[in-house]
Every structure is written in structure tokens, then in C-alpha cells.
């Protein structure tokens, strides 16, 4: 298939883009670079350099290939951000998805997968979090991705587009090639964050919050491997056009920020300094997915589900690029 990826050179991104390549797919990357990497895009993959916001630069784009499919990532992706500067993500967000669905209804493009977020289920009534979930986003970032699911529902009804919602726990990892990894100028991830601290590059490590009412007290995520996110894609997209479809994507297994911390100065022999600080406004207590429909869908079976399968290729990334792709 010729598929075009937006965003691909970010991090979820590159590392989709990396196993489609390895799949045997035709890959175009389209990304503005304001927060992705050159040097990230696998260079089996074609890159155009390019804005979704610029309506006539997408419309060129898909004038000179015939996608089969597109996988949506570009976008802005912190909750924190998205408190502060709303517009950027009730405004930007949504709009770059409508160029976009707008030039795959004028090409008869018909396949899309979105990169949705676990940020929909702000007030969970059921643990681990399934697709019957009630939706309360908890943020302006993931309103906007609420309403792209939206309008995605509307293509398929109005225009025939078949879709994937993936909605990401916490995707983290980095590929067990070596090649690529994590990157964020401002890094604001737990994992980055305390590999970084691990390596000597920051004094310690802060934990937001240490009163939830959690097992130990500080907040639980269910981290999923980025590359097994890239499989999921990919078996999303062979199976569209038996029809749209909605996951939760993550292990089942929540990791308390008490216990990450732990697990990385045991991978890697660091002693890893940590403090308590305050709450970091948005944090729900506890988030793991109930990722069983995609499972029993697809045959969707995680590789890298272990904290030292996730934290071990992220360390392995770290120590070999301590500074991002700029070694
Ligand atoms: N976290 C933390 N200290 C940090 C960064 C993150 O204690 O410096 C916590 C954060 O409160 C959350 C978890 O680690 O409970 C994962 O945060 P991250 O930003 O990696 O992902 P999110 O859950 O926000 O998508």
C-alpha cells in the first residue's frame, strides 16, 4: 500500500513509520518539524517537509500520490499545554484534521487511522478503561480528539471513509533496533525524564503528587511499548475495510510512579534521585486500558509488554543518544 503518515517524524510516528517500512509498505512522511526529527523518518520512507495547515500544500500532496491510506499523527499532544493554550488545540488540531480528511474525500482516499489518547476518560467509572468507557475529556487536548473521532464517524457515514480510533495509554519504549527513540525538546514524560536523571543530566527526578489514592500514593499508568503500538497500527489498517473501529490501546498493567522509579534503578544501576513535589493539575489517580477488544479483533499481541522490555530499549536509546538525534 502507499500510505501517507502525518507526523512522521515524531515519536509515535517514526516508529510506525519504521515498521511499515518493514513491512513492506510505500511510505510518504509529511511533518512541519516543529517538534519532530529529519534524522527520525526511516530513509526508506519519502519526506516532505510540510504544514497541514497549509490547505493548498495538502491538497498538492495528494494531487502527486495515490494513498491507499493515511495515519494521522501530527498534532500537539500535552494535556498541560492544552490548559494553557486551548486555541492551539481546539483550533489547530481540528483544523489540520479537516484539510486533511477534506484532500483524502477529494482524492477518494478512504483508509485513515487516528492517533486518539487515553485523555478521553477523565472521570472513569470501570478499571482497566474499555471502549464502553463514558467519554469526558480532560483537557482541551483531548476534546480535540474527541471531536476528530466525531468527525471521523461523520466521513464514514456521509462519505464511506473507513477509520481506526487508536487511543494511546502511555506510549513509551524505543525501538529494540536502537535506531530511534524519545526526543521532546521540553521533555515532560515520566520515562524520558527519569532515564535523563539516571544518565546524570538532571539532579533528580520530581513525583507529582504522592497523596492519591493509589497503593503507594502517587499516580498509575499502563505504559505501552511504542513499537507494539506500531503493530497495532498496522493490523488497524489491513482490517478497515471490513469496517471502522474504535481500541483502547495499553498492557492492562498499571505501574505506580513510585514503582517506574524503582524499576529504572534496577535496569540501569543508577540510584536515581527523587523528590515529592505537588500535584500536576489534570492527573487522574489511576489509568490502565482494557485493551482485550483489539486482542480477540485482530490477534493484536503485545511483544514488548514488560517494564524491562519498555524501560530496558528506552535506556538503551538514552545512554546511545544523550542528547536526541543530535549525536
Ligand atoms: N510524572 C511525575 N513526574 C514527572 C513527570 C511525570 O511524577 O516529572 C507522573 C505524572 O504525574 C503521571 C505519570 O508520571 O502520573 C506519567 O506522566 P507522563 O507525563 O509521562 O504521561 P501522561 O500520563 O501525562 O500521559
Known amino acids: ?21 518493514e513491512a513492506g509498505e510505500s511510505v510518504v512522511v509529511f511533518d512541519n518539524l516543529y517538534t519532530g526529527h529529519r534524522e527520525a523518518v526511516d530513509p526508506r520512507a519519502k ?3 510540510g504544514d497541514l495547515n497549509d490547505a493548498g500544500a495538502v491538497k498538492r500532496l495528494f494531487d502527486e500520490h495515490p494513498f491507499d491510506g493515511v495515519l494521522h499523527f501530527a498534532s500537539h499532544t500535552l494535556v498541560g499545554e492544552s490548559m494553557q493554550q486551548p ?10 484534521a479537516l484539510n486533511l480528511l477534506r484532500a483524502m474525500v477529494d482524492h477518494n482516499v ?20 474499555d471502549e464502553k468507557e463514558r467519554i469526558v475529556p480532560g483537557s482541551p487536548y483531548g476534546e480535540s480528539k474527541f471531536i476528530i473521532e466525531r468527525l471521523l464517524y461523520w466521513m464514514d457515514r456521509v462519505h464511506g471513509l473507513r477509520y481506526a480510533a487508536l487511543r494511546y495509554f502511555n506510549a513509551a519504549g524505543a525501538s529494540p533496533r536502537g535506531n530511534r ?16 536523571t ?28 511504542v513499537t507494539d503500538l506500531a503493530q497495532a497500527h498496522i493490523l488497524a489498517l489491513h482490517a478497515l475495510d471490513k469496517g471502522s473501529r474504535t481500541y483502547n490501546l495499553g498492557n492492562g498493567l498499571g505501574y505506580s510512579v513510585k514503582e517506574m522509579i524503582d524499576a529504572a534503578r534496577q535496569i540501569t544501576g543508577q ?10 493539575p489534570g492527573d487522574p489517580a489511576t489509568l490502565i486500558a482494557g485493551s482485550e477488544t483489539i486482542k480477540r479483533e485482530l490477534g493484536w499481541a503485545p511483544e514488548f509488554a514488560s517494564l524491562e522490555a519498555i524501560i530496558g530499549t528506552a535506556w538503551d536509546w538514552h545512554r546511545t543518544h544523550p542528547k536526541g538525534y543530535e549525536v
Not at 485513515?112 to 478503561?129: G, H, K, V
Request: proline share 5%; aromatic share 8%.
Open 1 to 21: 500500500m502507499n500510505i501517507l503518515v502525518t507526523g512522521g517524524a515524531g515519536y509515535i510516528g517514526s516508529h510506525v513509520v519504521e515498521e511499515l517500512v
Open 47 to 49: 519526506f516532505v517537509l
Open 87 to 96: 486555541f492551539l488545540y481546539l483550533g489547530d488540531n481540528v483544523t489540520n
Open 110 to 129: 478512504k483508509r485513515f487511522i487516528l492517533s486518539s489518547t487515553a485523555n478521553l476518560f477523565d472521570a472513569p467509572e470501570r478499571m482497566p478503561i
Open 181 to 196: 527513540g524519545e526526543d521532546h525538546l521540553h521533555e515532560t514524560h515520566l520515562i524520558p525524564l527519569i532515564l535523563q
Open 198 to 225: 539516571a544518565l546524570g543530566l538532571r539532579e533528580k527526578i520530581t513525583i507529582f503528587g504522592d497523596d492519591y489514592p493509589t497503593r503507594d500514593g502517587t499516580c498509575i499508568r499502563d505504559y505501552i511499548h
Open 271 to 280: 540510584p536515581i534521585k527523587a523528590e515529592i513535589g505537588a500535584r500536576r
